[in-house]
C-alpha cells in the first residue's frame, strides 16, 4: 500500500486557518490524506477561537501547536506532496525547500483572528473560516488526485483557491 498524500498548510502566524485547515483535511480526508500545519512566524499558540470551534466540532485539540515551516524541511521531516497557503502574508513569503518538490497552491481566505469583540463575535469569524476551508477540501477529496497529472492536478488546486471567500 502506497502512503497517504502528504498536506501542510501555511501561513504566518500558524494559529488560525493553517490550524483549521490541518484539522479538516486530516479529519475529512482521513485515509487519503496526512495533513500538517505550520507558519513562517509561529505565534507559539493556537488561537483561542481555533480551539474553540475545534472542541465544538468534537475534534481532540491536544495535537494541534503552533509550529515553524522549518520542521518540514530538514531530512528527517515528513514528505510533503502539496504545500497549500492559506493567508496572503504567507504566499508572498520565500517558501522553504521542501524534499521531494512538493505541488504548490494558494487558498488565500480572511483571517479571522483580525475580527475584535465578543467571543462570540470571534466564533462566528472561525466557523465562516471553517466552511470556506472545508469546502475547499471537500472539491480537493472530491478529485483523485492521487492519480492525476502534476499539470491538471495545479490547475484543479488554482480553482479551488478561488472558491467563495477568497482574499
Known sequence: MTRPFSVLVLCT????RSILGEAILGTL???RIVSYSAGSKPKGVPHP?????????????????????????????PPIDLAITVCGNAAGEACPVFMGAPLKAHWGLPD?????GSDA?????????????EMRVQALLALPFETMER???LKE???????????
Open 151 to 153: 499539470a491538471e492536478l
Open 13 to 16: 502566524g500558524n494559529s488560525a
Open 112 to 116: 479571522p483572528v483580525d475580527i475584535e
Open 157 to 167: 488546486l488554482a480553482r479551488i483557491g478561488q472558491m467563495e471567500g477568497a482574499a
Open 29 to 31: 480526508g482521513q485515509g
Open 121 to 133: 463575535e470571534v466564533d462566528v469569524a472561525f466557523e465562516q473560516t471553517w466552511r470556506w476551508l
Open 49 to 77: 477561537g481555533a480551539l474553540r470551534l475545534l472542541q465544538r466540532k468534537g475534534i481532540d485539540t491536544a495535537a494541534f501547536r503552533s509550529k515553524s515551516w522549518n520542521e518540514f524541511t530538514g531530512a528527517d521531516a
